[in-house]
Structure formats: structure tokens, C-alpha cells
């Protein structure tokens, strides 16, 4: 909770300045920009890992898990594959969530309120 010396110093603030909309939103900005940037480099991770992680896994557990290892046919590794892949995308979207829900509550745990 702001103490009352801390909101007359915003208060004053606000008057030291021409009182324009720009002002008063390049204060606003600047605060939340730090928690701007991790959400998208957040964002800009996981949809690497969203494009390269089932595809990968698709090819090389086709190639070397079903038909290396397992000696599968040709239609029935493409199956198993597929599942291999969905799995991995269902992964991915949890860690996600995991790791956007973790990182809210942290901000929010520092103080920074939206």
C-alpha cells in the first residue's frame, strides 16, 4: 500500500509537467516495459519450442525409435509418430501455461501490480 508522502509526490508530479495524455501514459509505460518484454521473449520461446519440438520428435521417432529400434512398417511408424508429436505439443502447452501462470504470481509477489 502506497503511503500518503508517496501519492502527494505522484500528486505533485503530475503539475511539474504540461498534463497531457502523453505524459501521464509514458509514466505508465515505463513501468510495465520490463514486464512486457519477459512475456514476449516467454511467448517468442515456447513458439520456437512449438514448431521445432513435434516435428523433431515426429522425424526422429519415426526414423530410429519405431522402424530403427522396433523395426515397424512404414504406415504403422507414421501412427505412432503422430502420437509421439501430439504428445509433445500437449507438453509444450503445459509448460506453457506452467510457466506464464508461475511468472504472474511472481510479479505480483514483487510488488508490481497492473
Not at 58 to 76: C, H, P, R, V, W
Request: charge should be positive.
Amino acid at each position: 500500500m502506497a503511503s500518503y508522502y508517496s501519492i502527494t509526490l505522484k500528486f505533485g508530479e503530475l503539475f511539474r509537467k504540461p498534463l497531457s495524455f502523453k505524459n501521464v501514459c509514458k509514466d505508465r509505460l515505463h513501468e510495465n516495459d520490463g514486464s512486457m518484454v519477459s512475456a514476449l521473449k516467454t511467448l517468442l520461446f515456447f513458439t520456437v519450442l512449438m514448431v521445432t519440438v513435434p516435428i523433431g520428435l515426429y522425424f526422429a521417432s519415426k526414423a530410429y525409435i519405431f522402424e530403427g529400434s522396433l523395426q515397424m512398417s512404414n504406415t504403422d511408424s507414421y501412427f505412432y509418430a503422430a502420437i509421439v508429436a501430439v504428445l509433445a505439443v500437449h507438453v509444450v502447452l503445459a509448460l506453457f501455461v506452467y510457466v506464464a501462470w508461475t511468472e504472474g504470481s511472481s510479479q505480483r509477489r514483487k510488488g508490481k501490480h497492473d
